[in-house]
């Protein structure tokens, strides 16, 4: 009998793995199949994908004469501007009301394509004062001997590569000149960013000159350096399909226009003319290195400031040539120096922040030397007066004793006088209040 219950134990067991097996195999199947179905749709939806962006492309090809077509080596930098630099276009979205405008006005009228307006994005990322390690520098990234080569100066007061007007329309003289070399719009590009001479040589050895048969022998940079192009056009063209949104700047660029401005003009004297923030005026115009507009210059204003200056340009300019005369100070103030023994034009700069070509100027001095006793007008920057370091790192202070008068605390200090006890406190006049404390430099 427990033989028997032996037997049909065995059995139930071969009969239930047999069951399990076929059910394991089953499963195994299904989950195959599955995984394959799931592998033919992401298959699917990549060609797709790729497709779209293949069509894409094709319509903006057919209305450039650049080439615009897609293929392996341009999907990666389109992906990469539409994920992982998705910020970088929302940005340029939000400039590109600033500068391309312009762009598309100077291209158009060199007869280029208008497309290239995207190279500056490439280059700078919109950006008029980007410099690289090698010294290029503004929207077209110009490098000095180039853009002199094009008519762009660099002085000690602006730095023409960085002007949009005037960068711009040598870069285009640079892209006719290279077309004319090169006649084919991916080798200019090339060119633009290896150097003509680069080029020619890649292609004389090589014995081609169609860049994709060029594309694997040159340089990490200039190799991508199309295809990069190529996905910029992309994303800029077709950023609200991928759900990428303008992020518009903190300056307002809505309104903007250019002016002539016939005289020599700081942008403190026309931001306070016109009631224009400074950093307005240096966003709007970045060429300037100081806070100095050249005689003739053209500015690039807001729309409302350059009504104003037109509506009232005699007011403007008298304004300007009485501030340049000093019959107007703007965050100045006028301060008369009396000269006392072992004073010298040097000293006196240094103790009040300013020049000694400036104390010349405004005093109609024609040389260094100074009389004890005169008087020295001096135009002191209210923000910048340097008794602010005097009395951060030169100064004690002193509790006013009752009796104590301007003329009883100089003789107590040797080489202190009663003018540099008012100056240094800005007092007005010798009343003083016992309890009170004043500054007194250390001799």
């Known amino acids: 009998m427990k033989f028997l219950l032996f037997i049909v134990c065995c059995l139930s067991l071969n009969a239930f793995a047999s069951v399990s097996t076929v059910s394991q195999q089953n499963i195994m199947k299904f989950n195959l199949q599955d995984s394959l179905e799931r592998n033919d749709k992401i298959e699917i939806q990549i060609v797709d994908s790729i497709n779209l962006f293949n069509s894409r ?65 490439v280059e700078s990322a919109l950006n008029p004062k980007a410099k690289s390690y090698s010294g290029a520098t503004g929207l077209w990234q110009f490098m000095y001997l180039t853009g002199k080569e094009y008519g762009l100066d660099v002085t000690s007061y602006s730095d023409d590569r960085q002007d949009p007007i005037k960068s711009t329309k040598a870069a285009c003289e640079y892209f006719i000149k290279l077309y004319e070399s090169f006649g084919d719009w991916n080798l200019v590009l090339a060119a633009y960013n ?76 026309l931001a306070n003319m016109l009631c224009v923030n400074e950093e307005t005026l240096y966003y709007f115009n970045p060429s300037i290195k100081k806070d100095l507009f050249a005689k003739n210059s053209i500015l690039v204003l807001p729309s409302f400031a350059k009504a104003d200056f037109l509506d009232n340009q005699e007011t403007n300019y008298a304004f300007i040539d009485a501030v340049h005369s000093k019959e107007i100070l703007i965050n100045e103030k006028r301060l008369s120096y009396k000269i006392e023994k072992g004073d010298y034009l040097g000293r006196i700069a240094r103790e009040y922040g300013v020049k000694i070509h400036e104390i010349k100027k405004w005093n109609k001095l024609t040389n260094t030397k100074l009389s004890i006793g005169d008087n020295l007008v001096l135009y002191i920057k209210e ?50 209040r016992p309890g009170t404390k004043i500054l007194l430099p250390v001799i």
């Open 57 to 121: 492309l094709e319509v903006l090809n057919a209305k450039s004469p650049m080439d615009l077509s897609h293929n392996e080596k341009v999907q990666p930098f389109i992906d990469s501007y539409l994920v992982k630099n998705k910020a970088l276009i929302s940005k340029m979205l939000g400039l590109k009301k600033l500068y391309f405008p312009l762009f598309e006005s100077i291209l158009d009228q060199y007869n280029l394509p208008l497309e290239l307006k995207y190279l500056a994005i």
């Open 194 to 269: 290896g150097g003509p001479g680069y080029l020619q040589r890649k292609i004389t050895t090589l014995g081609t000159d169609k860049f994709w048969d060029l594309y694997p022998y040159l340089r990490t940079e200039t190799r991508n350096y199309i295809p990069t192009f190529i996905a910029v056009n992309y994303a800029m063209e077709f950023a609200e399909e991928h759900d990428i949104e303008a992020k518009n700047p903190r300056i307002n660029i809505s309104k903007t226009d250019t002016i002539k401005i016939s005289r020599q003009v700081k942008i403190s004297t």
């Open 383 to 432: 923000n910048k007066h340097n008794i602010d370091s005097k009395i951060k790192n030169s100064t004690n202070e002193y509790v006013i004793q009752r009796g104590d008068t301007l003329w009883g605390i100089a003789k107590k200090f040797d080489g202190l006088s009663i003018r540099k006890i008012m100056s240094l406190n800005d007092l007005s006049n010798d009343k003083l």
